[in-house]
């Protein structure tokens, strides 16, 4: 780590950490402002289906309102109130699973959704890296048009649809895997030998669908950043001076290839937490995502804008780690 | 220079402007994969825009029995509602095709557009823009999706690709912008300035024709993930299902356990169809990354790519 004027790393870190802050405040606002840009409430929508059944009497109406917490008072105060509730992770009740809080459904379905997804995306990166520099050293050969031509034949699938393939010929015709669900209504959720080995088993195809979708991206990504730096000046020089092959790939090239990936694997986050919605809701899989599906269909808006600012936060999180690592990895980004 | 008139200028660029369009396309069908891809999409393209006339049967047309398995009549069978699987198929190239072109080029323009004035200006402008791309760049573009198209329900195509176009721009804009400001500060753009043209001129008139592979590169992932979205959407029944789409297309089949029935052919014909579609648009990219990175080009390992 080198040290000297201009780059001293407890700066850097601050003048990332007021960014950050300053990028959650504005994705909390955005949730904020979306209902209210929108047409119509939440409160209309619950009405609107009660009154599919006979009229709504005003009475009911505004007993409903109560209920679901319809904000009083001007814009500013709402938003007071709603920080408040952020703050205090205090959602209310969800509609749909009532009394049941927004908070205690989340945090159910927290964990699933972060081990599933958490894990895969992690080993997804891990692999599809490895393989780029691999395709980016062997250019030319098989090595690299093997991966490169399948990976990027891959992730043009469409998640759902690589999900149903999966559930279609590992589930229902060679019954490898459980098709549903994250453990067997036989087993009990615990510390258990057999529980932990059923939930590997729900987990596998819903994570091989996101790790076969993403790898790709991954692949490409450093193949790419790898050929650039194989072209560079201080590659050739370590060539010319007769390093090792293997040296050169992975000490010079690699090394500096993989920084832009890095900043990739933070903004792609985001659409391997969102492809997990689609993953989630084919294999019925209770994690946030398919909380969020069902929230949708049965227009929960408290449990859907709460999920919507779990999932954002999340990346966001995740993205600021990305960005102290690339910083702390490559000096020149702190001045 | 400062006696030429801008009408001389615009003759001296129309024609510039169009061979360099031409050369960008002869490079794309030098390259292998990207020729694989223009035929690919050449033939989608026909298929949305002739297709119901070449379909068997209407799209709509459910007098056919239920759930039929492929046959000579029904070449893919039919739906649980009694409609032609093949018809449907052919039918919803439209939706895939239009919403993924309209979608891709609002986004491209709207990069475009964010993303040369970002590139171009300085100071707190610069940083507002900056800070505004970055939050779409981090919030989760389907999420976000689903919950616009949540409160907006049933709005039909015209909302999905709204929808798409708010999440799908700020990719390019930050792609453009790096673009744009180590063109700046070169000599041409320096001549424009010191000449007395105007900031919006020297952006689209200078720097916008030098940067044609990128745009044309960005119109192409955009529209690849519009329609990865759009199928998205519709599949969890978010778009207006009452249309005949790939996407609404898996929906019906999902909602009718079209997998336990073993209807393959309606579920994985649709699916099959956005892949090779999204598939086509990748691979051209393919070419299009090769013409402004001549580093990835096949079998050169040049030095200095001009950036």
């Not at chain 1, 209309?44 to 904000?71: F, M």
């Not at chain 1, 001007?74 to 109130?81: D, H, V």
């Not at chain 1, 031509?149 to 690589?162: A, V």
Request: hydrophobic share 50%.
């Amino acid at each position: 780590m080198r040290t000297g004027r201009g780059s001293f790393p407890g700066r850097y870190l601050l003048g990332r950490l007021g960014l950050f802050v300053l990028t959650l405040w504005a994705a909390v606002t955005v949730n904020f402002v979306l209902p209210r840009l929108m047409p119509g409430t939440p409160a209309d929508a619950a009405i609107a289906k009660l009154s599919q059944n006979g009229p709504v009497s005003d009475a009911t109406r505004a007993a409903i309102e109560a209920q679901l917490g319809v904000p009083g008072g001007n814009l500013l105060s709402q938003y007071g109130s709603y920080l408040e509730q952020v703050v205090t992770l205090d959602f209310g009740v969800s509609y749909t699973f009532y009394p049941q809080t927004v908070s205690s459904m989340v945090s159910q379905a927290l964990p699933y959704t972060l081990l599933l997804v958490g894990l895969v995306t992690v080993l997804a990166f891990v692999l599809g890296t490895l393989v780029g520099v691999l395709s980016a050293w062997k250019r030319g050969t098989w090595l690299d048009a093997l991966p490169t031509l399948s990976g990027s034949f891959l992730s043009t699938f469409p998640y759902f649809w690589t999900a149903l393939l999966l559930l279609f010929f590992l589930g229902y015709v060679l019954h490898w895997f459980p098709t549903t669900g994250a453990y067997s209504a036989t087993t009990t959720p615990g510390f258990s030998l057999e529980f932990l080995g059923d939930a590997l088993a729900h987990a596998a195809l819903p994570a091989i669908t996101i790790l076969l979708t993403s790898l790709g991206g991954w692949i490409l990504g450093m193949r790419n950043a790898m050929i650039n730096t194989l072209g560079d000046d201080y590659v050739t020089f370590a060539e010319a001076n007769g390093l090792r092959g293997r040296t050169v790939a992975l000490r010079y090239a690699a090394r500096n290839a993989i920084l832009p990936n890095l900043t990739g694997f933070g903004l792609s986050l985001g659409g391997v937490v969102g492809g997990s919605v689609l993953v989630e809701q084919v294999f019925g899989y209770p994690g946030i995502g398919y909380l969020l599906f069902n929230a949708v269909i049965g227009q929960d808006y408290p449990l859907m804008q709460a999920l919507f600012l779990m999932i954002t936060v999340s990346v966001l999180v995740a993205n600021f780690l990305v960005d102290v690592l690339y910083g702390l990895l490559d000096p020149r980004t702190r001045r | 220079m400062s006696t030429r008139t801008s009408s001389e200028l615009d003759v001296q660029h129309a024609p510039s402007a169009l061979r360099s369009a031409g050369r960008v396309l002869a490079t794309l069908w030098d390259n292998g994969k990207a020729r694989v891809g223009l035929v690919l999409l050449a033939f989608f393209l026909l298929l949305a825009l002739v297709g119901p006339l070449l379909s068997p049967y209407d799209a709509k047309e459910n007098t056919f029995p239920r759930s039929q398995d492929v046959s000579g009549a029904h070449w893919l069978g039919t739906t649980a509602a009694g409609e032609d699987v093949l018809s449907q198929l052919v039918h919803g190239a439209r939706i895939s095709v239009l919403v993924g072109f309209t979608a891709g080029l609002l986004a491209t323009v709207v990069a475009v557009l964010i993303g040369l004035s970002w590139g171009y200006t300085r100071g707190w402008v610069a940083e507002v823009i900056g800070f505004v791309v970055n939050l779409f760049l981090v919030i989760p573009g389907l999420p976000f999706m689903i919950v616009i198209a949540a409160y907006l329900q049933n709005g039909g195509i015209a909302v999905i690709i709204a929808v798409i176009v708010i999440t799908g721009w700020a990719w390019g804009a930050r792609v453009l912008r790096s673009q744009t400001q180590s063109l700046r500060s070169r000599d041409f753009v320096e001549a424009a300035r010191f000449s007395g043209d105007s900031a919006p001129r020297i952006v689209f008139r200078e720097i916008l024709p030098n940067m044609t592979s990128l745009i044309v590169g960005s119109f192409f992932g955009a529209a690849t993930a519009a329609i990865l979205a759009e199928a998205g959407l519709e599949f969890l029944g978010l778009g207006d299902t009452s249309i005949v789409s790939w996407g609404t297309m898996i929906y019906w089949a999902q909602n009718s356990s079209a997998l336990l029935t073993g209807q393959w052919a309606l579920l994985f014909a649709p699916g099959l169809c956005i892949a090779l579609l999204a598939l086509s648009l990748t691979l051209v990219n393919f070419g299009v990354d090769a013409v402004s990175n001549p580093r990835l080009r096949e079998g050169s390992r040049t030095r200095k790519a001009d950036r």
